[in-house]
């Protein structure tokens, strides 16, 4: 809907022969996607926001089934009443995570058996993890000494985000530099001005000055560097639809630490794959740190545990079996 018309070309996600940018001309967008939709024995739509197409489509076409993908957010507060008609009318909805399904049906009263679980995938087209190797451009860039200990949280930084948990991070490693000075928290993200002034106030007040680096924007072709550069991701979140990041670190080997109350308990496997703490805990957040640097080797992700769950091939497997 969004999209400008010339989108898809070159996409490798959406190839131009079954991809169309309507550039915010919504009327056109709804239309077409209505006349297409009713033509259809099935039609996904992929947030809520979109929901109004989904309920025309069943308007006209009855029979056609509109299943719905539910991410966070957007899907766990009140919606008003036009919505949930809009909602009450989709067939089946798609929830990224168990934590998303459960809070829809308790949120909104809808029947369990109209709410599945389809957890996100790895990017089919990120790089191949290899060999552990951090690039020396970074090493430089950032100023990491071989002896170093590499945290890593990758988010964007803002009051809003804060949910996000890194001041909790920066508060356990106030306390973990006393005995350990060999840390370096890479916090990575855009940032608004305002919140990395929020940010140099917890640093100084911890004693960090030598030990955060707050990078500013990283493209996207920089992320497997980033990743091979971090010995232990950690992002201890209160409001995670799923938490891809989590599984992306994963796929470069990097073992994670989440949190235990939303979706990230469903990227780490109820814990297979990570260590899953209290968000909200610095002690518990301390001490999970403290085992992962003391051994971060015994904590690297099960790698084909992960694309057996969380593969581009498994994805592709369980959504036809939806649509079947």
């Not at 973990?176 to 890479?186: G, P, R, V």
Request: hydrophobic share 40%; with cysteine; aromatic share 10%.
């Amino acid at each position: 809907m969004h999209d400008p018309a010339d989108a898809c070309q070159g996409n490798s996600y959406f190839p131009a022969e079954i991809c169309k940018g309507f550039g915010a001309a919504k009327v056109s967008f709804i239309t077409e996607a209505v006349n297409e939709g009713r033509k259809s024995s099935v039609v996904i739509i992929s947030h809520i926001n979109l929901v109004v197409v989904g309920w025309l489509i069943k308007k006209i076409a009855p029979t056609t089934k509109v299943i719905l993908i539910a991410h966070g957010i957007e899907v766990w507060k009140h919606l008003d009443r036009k919505r949930m008609m809009m909602l009450d009318a989709c067939d089946t909805i798609l929830s990224v995570s168990s934590f998303t399904r459960d809070k829809i049906v308790e949120m909104h009263q809808l029947p369990i058996e109209k709410c599945a679980v389809l957890n996100n995938c790895i990017d089919p087209f990120l790089q191949r993890p290899s060999a552990k190797n951090r690039k020396e451009a970074l090493v430089n860039r950032y100023g990491i000494k071989t002896t170093d200990t590499v945290i890593l949280t990758l988010t964007r930084l803002s009051f809003k985000d804060r949910y996000k948990g890194y001041g909790y991070v920066l508060a356990s490693l106030g306390e973990i530099i006393k005995t350990n000075s060999n840390i370096k928290y890479i916090l990575a993200g855009s940032y608004e001005a305002s919140e990395k002034k929020y940010l140099d106030e917890l640093i100084e007040k911890y004693g960090l000055k030598n030990h955060v680096i707050i990078t500013g924007f990283i493209a996207d072709e920089e992320l497997p560097a980033l990743f091979s550069l971090a010995d232990i991701y950690i992002m201890p979140s209160m409001k995670e639809g799923f938490g891809i990041v989590f599984v992306e670190a994963m796929y470069y080997g990097v073992p994670v630490i989440a949190g235990n109350a939303d979706g990230s308990t469903d990227a780490l496997l109820q814990g297979e794959l990570g260590i899953l703490i209290n968000p909200e805990d610095e002690q518990t957040i301390t001490e999970a740190l403290n085992k992962m640097i003391k051994n971060y080797r015994a904590y690297i992700p099960n790698h084909q545990l992960l694309m057996h769950h969380f593969g581009y091939t498994a994805y592709k497997r369980k959504l036809e079996g939806f649509l079947q």
